[in-house]
């Protein structure tokens, strides 16, 4: 059986190195905050299916955390041991195994996850390193006082993993704070795995580094847009499905399915953008059990395959193309329903109407069409 990951993001520091007397993990960076980035990483990645968010006691009821990622809020503690420890507990008892990152290392790829978490299928602990290359220098009054052997030294990076109750015992019986979770694996006898590090994963800790992490950010996104159309003609019935919700009329819409035209536009955009053909595709008509199904299905497994291939979906715009029924008194609700079923905030979600003066089949009241637009971003 598969051992189920959870992740560990430590938000509870107050380093204000990095200037404007915030913490770092809360500015802006690429459009989000630093700690958004961070755990978007996290969240697209299959093999993860819990996130612990470790927050100061002072950031609880402040701090701009994303609202859409499943998170778990953990108050942390004076020390960054006394913050993971904290996280380890709330998860004690529920997952196999835990990767605990640094939330100012907003740049972690997959290639780095993905190394930690192979390195732990054979072993009980394992974190991500780069080898030291420059020579070093021991320094005293400005002034070079020596130097330092760098064989067999590396730079340690985060996320680091491990199993979850030997991290959890180690910590324990650890009695003061630490560098990180590799010293107090350590300390606990536990054999720790170095696995591939990335020169990007750089953790923030001047004013400087957020430039550099933007540029890594900006290099390496990968931004998709995908367009859907649909229609359906009306038919008997005494409602009609748009966007998911119920909305009456003396009309039905026609379909195989729901015939949701909305939702079936906002799917197809999403296949559109992930270039991975259309909803009839996926589920064809042909296909009996489809028959009549809840058009959420649908989108539910659009949304589930952008974020399997690493992308989160940025933002939505459908348009809805009818002369009746009225949309504007259900739009709201539309939004609602559309933002729980793709786990976004309202805020990422438009839904408008507009009448073709009349003119075609919609003028002439024979059905609905509907125009989506999506954009995915890769996390």
Wanted: glycine fraction near 10%.
């Amino acid at each position: 059986m598969p051992k189920t990951t959870a992740a560990i993001i430590v938000a509870a520091g107050r380093g204000t190195r990095a200037g404007r007397g915030m913490p770092k993990q809360w500015r802006a960076l690429a459009g989000q905050t630093v700690v958004a980035h961070t755990l978007a990483a996290f969240h697209n990645h299959p093999d993860i299916s819990h996130l612990v968010l470790v927050v100061h006691p002072d950031d609880l009821e402040t701090a701009p955390w994303p609202q859409d990622t499943g998170l778990e809020i953990v108050t942390g503690a004076q020390t960054r041991r006394g913050s993971v420890l904290a996280g380890l507990e709330a998860l004690e008892g529920r997952f196999d195994q835990v990767l605990i990152h640094d939330a100012a290392r907003p740049c972690v790829s997959r290639d780095v996850i993905d190394g930690v978490l192979s390195a732990l299928k054979s072993g009980p602990a394992a974190a991500p390193a780069l080898a030291v290359v420059d020579a070093l220098w021991q320094g005293q009054d400005g002034r070079v006082a020596g130097t330092c052997n760098r064989e067999g030294l590396f730079r340690a990076q985060t996320p680091q993993g491990f199993d979850l109750e030997v991290i959890l015992n180690a910590h324990r019986r650890f009695a003061t704070d630490a560098a990180d979770d590799v010293e107090i694996a350590r300390t606990a006898g536990v054999t720790v795995t170095i696995t591939p590090g990335d020169e990007n994963n750089l953790k923030i800790t001047r004013a400087e580094d957020f430039d550099r992490a933007a540029q890594i950010l900006g290099r390496n996104m990968d931004i998709r847009l995908g367009n859907g159309y649909d229609v359906h003609r009306f038919g008997e019935g005494d409602h009609v499905m748009l966007c998911g919700v119920r909305v009456p009329f003396d009309r039905g819409l026609q379909g195989h399915s729901d015939a949701d035209v909305g939702m079936h536009a906002v799917t197809d955009a999403i296949y559109g953008a992930l270039a991975d053909g259309d909803i009839g595709q996926h589920f064809p008509p042909s296909d009996p059990q489809w028959k009549g199904a809840a058009s959420e299905i649908f989108l539910r497994h659009a949304v589930e395959l952008a974020v399997t291939r690493g992308y989160r979906i940025s933002n939505v715009d459908c348009t809805l193309v009818c002369e009746f029924p009225k949309i504007g008194p259900h739009a709201s609700d539309m939004r609602r329903e559309m933002a729980r079923l793709m786990g976004l905030d309202m805020g990422q979600i438009s839904v408008k109407a507009t009448t073709s003066e009349r003119l075609g089949f919609t003028g002439r009241g024979e059905g609905i069409a509907s125009l989506a637009t999506v954009a995915l971003v890769s996390a």
